[in-house]
């Protein structure tokens, strides 16, 4: 069992920052790679970024190149997604989940690649 819990998002004007953290905790070691989706109410659940947990190496939705980074800290077993330069586009509920299939990007773009997620936080970008 794997439990993630979110938390950092808010309201933030369009242009500003906000970071968002993902702790997981359970059987967390063996997990191949962590991603961040989000979702838009009446809309599908999207892919915005993830990390493979032993390499750091890191993949991107385009909408989000150059704006968004996603790190990871192993000593607190915490997974980051800072944002900047928020535009209205990006509000949504930012979900994080974390994965134990080795796999490539295009697959761990797929939210059905993930075994295990958290509950959700909010971003809301005013415009």
């Known amino acids: 069992q794997v439990q993630l819990v979110e938390s950092g998002g808010g309201l933030v004007q369009a242009g500003g920052s906000l970071r968002l953290s993902c702790a997981a905790s359970g059987r967390t070691f063996s997990s191949d790679a962590m991603g961040w989706f989000r979702q838009a109410p009446g809309k599908e659940r999207e892919f915005v970024a993830a990390?493979?947990?032993?390499?750091?190496?890191?993949y991107y939705t385009d909408s989000v190149k150059g704006r968004f980074t996603i790190s990871r800290d192993n000593a607190k077993n915490t997974v980051y997604l800072q944002m900047n330069s928020l535009k209205a586009e990006d509000t949504a509920v930012y979900y994080c989940?974390?994965?134990?299939?080795?796999?490539?990007?295009?697959?761990?773009?797929?939210?059905?690649?993930?075994?295990?997620w958290g509950q959700g936080t909010q971003v809301t970008v005013s415009s």
């Open positions: 990390i493979k947990w032993s390499t750091r190496s890191t």
């Open positions: 989940a974390v994965t134990f299939k080795i796999a490539t990007w295009i697959i761990l773009t797929n939210p059905t690649s993930y075994d295990y």
